[in-house]
C-alpha cells in the first residue's frame, strides 16, 4: 500500500506559488525516499523532487531555482514549494516514497497555471 496523502494543489496564475504535502506513517518518512513527479497530457512522466530518508535532494531540471522540496520530520511529511509557476508546470503531480527497488505512487492531484 501506499499509505501517501497528497494535499495541495489547484488553479493558479503564471508566476504565483502552490504547495504541495505529501504525508506518510513515520516508519516509511524515517526509512523510505519521497518526492514527486509530474505528467503532463501526452507527455512522459518526469521527475520534479526528490529527496531521500537521509535529506539528499535532487530537482528536474525544469524545476530548479523554483521548486523546493523539503522534510517535516514533525509531521512525517515531505513539502514542495513550487514557486514562479509557468504555464508549461500544468500537470498531474504525484507524491512517490521508494524503499529499495519498489516504488508505491499516491493518487496524484492536479496543478494548472494560466497564462
Known amino acids: 500500500q501506499a499509505q501517501l496523502v497528497e494535499s495541495g494543489g489547484g488553479l493558479v496564475q503564471a508566476g504565483g506559488s502552490l504547495r504541495l504535502s505529501c504525508a506518510t506513517s513515520r516508519t516509511i518518512f524515517s526509512t523510505n525516499a519521497m518526492g514527486w513527479y509530474r505528467q503532463a497530457p501526452g507527455k512522459q512522466r518526469e521527475l520534479v523532487a526528490g529527496?531521500?530518508?537521509?535529506?539528499?535532494?535532487n530537482y528536474g531540471d525544469a524545476v530548479k531555482g523554483r521548486f523546493t522540496i523539503s522534510r517535516d520530520n514533525a509531521k512525517n511529511t515531505v513539502n514542495l514549494q513550487m514557486n514562479s509557476l509557468k504555464p508549461e508546470d500544468t500537470a498531474v503531480y504525484s507524491c512517490y516514497r521508494r524503499y529499495g527497488p519498489v516504488t508505491y505512487w499516491g493518487q496524484g492531484t492536479q496543478v494548472t497555471v494560466s497564462s
Open positions: 529527496i531521500t530518508s537521509g535529506g539528499n535532494i
